[in-house]
Structures are given as structure tokens and as C-alpha cells.
């Protein structure tokens, strides 16, 4: 068969995405970090990545895979370690970290919350508080004002819906709530919060986009010809992928994508397929769910899209070339037929601290030896870096 070029838009940002609880290390003054020592988690998180002290060379590696842009989030219980109280030296920390992926010809992408809130604010107040609106605004106030200058990408939120679920629905994640009265104020709070950042943003630098990421499954009735089935479908998407997403209308420059997912659903339960499944996560893999989540994000909010994630876990690196391969086809499909997508991130540049499944998940282009912290590039990776480079895929 004959060699095809998938050619993608000039200026495409190409990267890699990552969260900072989850490779900086020793985040102690978080939430996260007290729900591990009452073991909720499988592992603690302890040391991470050392991401803290080695971003420099992380980042070089990421310039090595030809990464023209890089996503990482800020801690903010290093921002605010008290009620009120900012540490210039974090924000400085973090200025430097950003200056370094600039100096690398990367576009930086700041996530200002992955899930990870200080131990005070949990423990004084929480998201389901009236009060977290404007002591969450007031934080993303100053990450504007201090850090705004080098940031190209504002990502508010990411996946709304897990901490959400997580937190107030199943009793997962911290504040560990079971009570769909502190679910809905939550998610209203949240929403309100965005929106004020957003607005904030916009006024002191109108260019410079914001917006949040979703975790967006690829929902499908199991049978098509079963109203029962199509009825819970439509519930699944307006529900999960939708529900926060409609309330910040207006209040986003661009759709973040992050795709993992392909859930067919009957009435009867979730059935996966189960084409292909890898490692310890048992996931699908099911790359034509991104053509149609791109799909069915362009038409419910006309938006620029940013795929902000987009990963597998794969020990081995079996499949993770294909895996990266087949998906980025299938995002090409979706430009050709005129959606405006405009980055892909793919998650993560580390193997890292998976929240509740700890260490054994390994996402990352790059293999961590956590013993020695030992950095190992995977071969996937080399095949990432030749779409990075090209700004094509061949196939
Ligand atoms: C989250 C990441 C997580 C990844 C893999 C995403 O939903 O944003 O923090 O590690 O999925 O599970």
C-alpha cells in the first residue's frame, strides 16, 4: 500500500501533559496527601517524579521529543500554603519553571487546578462552601497577575467531573462526600469560580485563551434501535460530558479534550466492547471515539479544541506507538472535515502518581525507575517525536 502524509495546520502544538501532584513530590500541605496517610490510596505519593528539582532536564527531554508545547499544573497549596498567605518564592519557582519551557521553544500550558486543593481550605472549606468562590477566585487572581506573562494557555479546570464524582457522589477523592446537595453546590461553585477567573484574565490579557478541560467519553448505545438504551445515552452525555461544560457557556475561548473513553451503554449496564485492552487499567482502546467526541464537541459549543489528554497505561510500550498513531489519524479525519483542532497533549511526558492505583500505571513516554529516579525514553516516544517533528503522521 501506498505511503500516506497526514499533514496537520501550521502552528499545531504538539506536546505532553502532566499535573504536579502527581510528579513534583512531597506536596504535603494537600489534600491528597492526608487522604493517602488515611489510606485511601493503594500507595502514597511521596517523592513523585522529583519533578520539583529536575523540571529543567525533564523539560529537555521534552524539547529532545520535538515538543513544541507543554502542559503542567500549579499546586496551590505551594501557592497559599496558609489561608490568604502567597509564597513569593513558589510563584518564583514556578516563573522559572515556565521562563525554562519558553527558553525551550515550548508553549506553556498552565492547568490552575488538577484536583489538589490545601489541607486548610479542605478542612476549613470545600468546594460545596459558598466561600470557596472567592477564596478559589482570589488564588487564580494571583496566578494571573504573577504568572499570567508566561502562560499561552489558561486551563481553569481540569476534568471538573472526576473531583466532582469523586468527591461528593462516590466518596473517592477528598472531601470524600456521598450527598448530592454538596455535589450540585460544588459543581455550581466551581462553574461560578471559572467564570470569574476567566473574566479576570480576559480583562488584564484578552489573547491569551481560557478555558477548562473534560473528561469526554465516546458514549454509544449498545443497541441503537432501543429507546431504553438511547434514552440513558442521552442522560450519560448531558450528565457527564455536558452538564459543566453548559454552565461556563460564554466563559470558555476553547474546548480542552481530554479522550480515554468509549462507553457503550444499555439500559442494562456499561458494555465495552472490549476490542483491545491493555495493563492493569483493563481500558479499551478505541481511537475512533476521538473522531467523535471532536465531532460532537464542535457541535455542541463551535469552539477552537485543544486535546489536552490522551494516554494509556502500557508498561510494556506494547501499544502505546499504535496507540498514539491511531489516534492522531483519526484527529487528522476530524480537521479534514473542517473541526477546529488545534493541539494534542499527549498524557503524560512521565510514568507518575496515578491518585488511587499509585505507581503500578505507567502512562509515561518516559519510564521512571523510582528507586533511582532514572529517567529511560521509551521507543513510543522516538515515534511521537518524528509526528511532533513533521507536524505529520505518516501512515
Ligand atoms: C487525569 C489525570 C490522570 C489520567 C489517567 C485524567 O483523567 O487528568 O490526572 O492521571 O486521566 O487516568
Known sequence: MERQKLKFPKGFLWGAATSSYQIEGDNSNS???????KGKTKEKSGEACDYWNKFESDHEI??????????????????????????????????????????KNMKTVVTFWHWVSPIWFQNKYGFHKRESVEIFTRYGKIVVDELGDLIDI?????????????????????PG?????????????????HKKIYTYSKEKNKNIPVGVTLLYNFFEPNNKNNPLDRLI???????????????????????????YFHNKVSILGRRNENKKTVDIMG?????????????????????PIYIMENGLPDARDKFRADFIKDHVAYVHQAIKEGVDVRGYFYWSLLDNYEWLLGYEPRFG????????????IRPSAWEY???CKNNELEV
Open 233 to 259: 445515552i442521552s442522560f450519560c452525555k448531558r450528565f457527564w460530558n455536558e452538564s459543566f461544560a453548559n454552565s461556563i457557556v460564554g466563559f470558555m475561548d476553547y474546548v480542552g479534550l481530554d479522550y
Open 283 to 303: 481500558w479499551e482502546i478505541y481511537p475512533e471515539g476521538i473522531y467523535e467526541s471532536l465531532k460532537e464537541l464542535e457541535k455542541l459549543y463551535d469552539l
Open 31 to 37: 489534600d491528597w496527601w492526608e487522604w493517602e496517610q
Open 385 to 387: 517525536a518524528k509526528i
Open 62 to 103: 521534552a524539547q529532545s521529543l520535538n515538543c513544541n508545547a507543554f502542559r503542567i499544573s500549579l499546586e496551590w497549596s505551594r501557592i497559599e500554603p496558609e489561608e490568604g498567605k502567597f509564597s513569593y518564592e513558589v510563584i518564583e519557582h514556578y516563573r522559572s519553571l515556565l521562563k525554562d519551557l519558553r527558553n
Open 177 to 193: 462526600k456521598i450527598n448530592p446537595f454538596a455535589y450540585k453546590k460544588a459543581s455550581k461553585n466551581l462553574a461560578e469560580a
Open 365 to 376: 513516554l518516559v519510564e521512571i525507575d523510582y528507586k533511582t529516579m532514572e529517567r529511560k
Open 154 to 174: 489558561v486551563v481553569t479546570i481540569n476534568e471538573p467531573m472526576m473531583p466532582l464524582s469523586f468527591g461528593f457522589l462516590i466518596g473517592k477523592f477528598p
